[in-house]
């Protein structure tokens, strides 16, 4: 099968389209013939290297945490699907895979496709998905609470601002001018644009923020929201760590930054800060579906690119223009 690999750390170019056999599932595990893949920031972080003291690679490695597919073959134990099942899944980043033809995932990772999303707009939503989901979670949002959503034109933005929604939360969002009409088409109450607007002042007393730009972000947002309030922080900035200070000693600078980080804001002003990463989580992915069908959630996609220009996606991905996801195309239907 075709699969797109990284044998070592780097730039887009480090991606190769190659020839390499197909994965046989374990008993727990179902082969999907991938449709579709989406490619996420973490992919292009951990491409470079960035995440390496945390996501450990075994090179040659093959990305991709999110995919639309076909079930080819399940393992002995799996009774919950079974060949020619659409599923969706966002398989955990110790198998990852996705940036290939089949891809062997965890049984209970893995949900049921709606019928009404084709395979690239499914694709397009399970990290993110699971990821707004998780912060909203660690957020406690509620009916009619002030919740900050930054970022409100990117993969996680755009589907926390229909979550929040959903869950009856006034949703405030930041974004470009350009992409003000779509956060407010999404269901945005108050749409801030961040380089003619101070965010910490239109936002100022809000319940909780999710945070997905860290660093000095982070801190704007402990200022922002109210005494007691909540922050779920998706992108904590162990990149840049990592690139200041290398791999192990990155980590614990990062792990000392982040500690100080929540303990002065739980002191200060009682605020509760969450680091928030996606748990793989079928069950979930299942409630989530279920809101696609409901019409309460809506993929949103910029580009689709082929498999064979994986790294050109990744360049794009890059530059963060995107708004909403960047899509691989694997197979036709």
């Given amino acids: 099968m075709r699969a797109v690999r990284m044998h070592a750390y780097g730039g887009p170019e480090v991606l190769q389209l190659e020839l390499v056999p197909a994965p046989t599932p374990g008993p727990h595990d179902v082969r999907v013939a991938v449709h579709a893949a989406a490619v996420n920031p973490a992919d292009y972080k951990i491409r470079a290297g960035g995440q390496r003291a945390v996501v450990w690679l075994t090179l040659p490695w093959t990305l991709g945490m999110d995919v639309s597919g076909e079930v080819l073959e399940v393992g002995a134990k799996v009774t919950a699907f079974a060949p020619g099942d659409q599923v969706v899944a966002s398989p955990s980043h110790r198998r990852m895979g996705c940036y290939a033809e089949e891809v062997v995932i965890r049984a209970d990772e893995v949900a049921l496709k709606p019928k009404s999303l084709t395979h690239v707009e499914a694709a397009s939503l399970p990290l993110v998905a699971l990821t707004a989901w998780d912060a909203l979670a660690a957020m406690r949002v509620q009916r009619g609470q002030r919740v900050l959503i930054q970022a409100g034109a990117g993969g996680v933005g755009s589907v926390a601002i229909q979550l929040a929604r959903h869950l009856g939360a006034e949703v405030l969002a930041t974004c470009s001018a350009a992409n003000v009409a779509l956060v407010k088409s999404l269901g945005a109450d108050v749409v801030i644009d961040y380089r003619a607007q101070d965010w910490r002042e239109v936002a100022r007393g809000c ?70 990463t996606r748990r793989p989580s079928g069950k979930t992915l299942g409630e989530v579906m279920r809101l696609v069908d409901t019409g309460a959630l809506k993929p949103v996609i910029d580009r689709v690119f082929p498999l064979s220009e994986a790294a050109e996606a990744h360049r794009y991905l890059e530059t963060g223009r995107a708004r909403g996801k960047v899509v691989l195309s694997v197979r036709e239907g």
């Fill in 207 to 276: 319940d909780a923020v999710l945070d997905s730009l860290g660093g000095e972000a982070l801190q704007g947002a402990i200022a922002t929201v109210k005494r007691g309030g909540r922050i779920a922080c998706i992108t904590p900035g162990l990149p840049d760590f990592t690139e200041r200070y290398g791999s192990a000693l990155g980590l614990v600078a990062f792990g000392g930054w982040m500690g100080a980080t929540m303990l002065r804001a739980r002191v200060t002003r009682g605020v509760s800060v969450s680091l928030v």
